[in-house]
């Protein structure tokens, strides 16, 4: 077997947004306690259910008639909150890998930035991401590869156990992991 320089070098965790600008559900669910309101919000979050991408006919408004792509998930953190998402129109078609990058899957460590967070007092956190927030997503780690490829999400979170940020990703795949019955396995 050929081996290259680099083939015994793990690859090593490097993400490329600071702890400081996430915004744990639990302090959204604070803030739902005071009423109805949201906010433009950075998260970092365990996909436990996609659904879509799929095309909506448009009813009201200026697009009334144009059909668009929504995406649906259902996100969670390892304090167990959840919250759910819908992406709309190219948002939705690039999350759900129509385009260069892979599609979001169950299974997916998150972080999402420009997301809006909506509350109503005793309802639960929903999430929106539409292009006029300019939303984006990093696929921290996959803790259920299909692909081949998906191995190259799969940073080795062992190395990187000094910086809050792998730590953080860590503990979701943990939590995952258990939820979905995965440990150990």
């Keep these: 077997m050929d081996y290259s320089d680099a083939s015994s070098i793990a690859r090593f965790p490097n993400f490329q947004f600071s702890l400081h600008k996430v915004t744990p559900l639990s302090s959204l669910y604070v803030a ?8 433009k919000v950075n998260v970092l979050l365990a996909v436990l259910e996609v659904e879509g991408p799929d095309s909506i006919r448009i009813k009201k408004g200026v697009d009334a008639g144009k ?7 259902i996100l969670g953190e390892e304090e167990g909150l959840i919250c759910k998402l819908t992406a709309w129109r190219e948002i939705a078609e690039a999350w759900g890998g129509f385009g260069p990058s892979p599609g979001l899957k169950r299974g997916d460590i998150l972080y999402l930035e420009n997301i809006m967070a909506n509350w109503e007092a005793g309802s ?9 927030n300019k939303p984006s997503t990093e696929i921290c780690y996959r803790t259920m590869p299909y692909t081949h490829e998906d191995n190259r999400l799969r940073p080795d979170l062992r190395l990187g156990q000094s910086d809050a940020a792998v730590k953080k990703i860590a503990a979701l795949v943990r939590w995952f ?3 979905a019955g995965l440990a150990g396995a």
């Design 32 to 39: 739902s306690r005071s009423g109805k309101g949201s906010r």
């Design 67 to 73: 059909e668009v792509a929504i995406l649906k998930m």
């Design 124 to 132: 639960s956190i929903t999430l929106t991401a539409s292009p006029y």
């Design 177 to 179: 992991e258990n939820m």
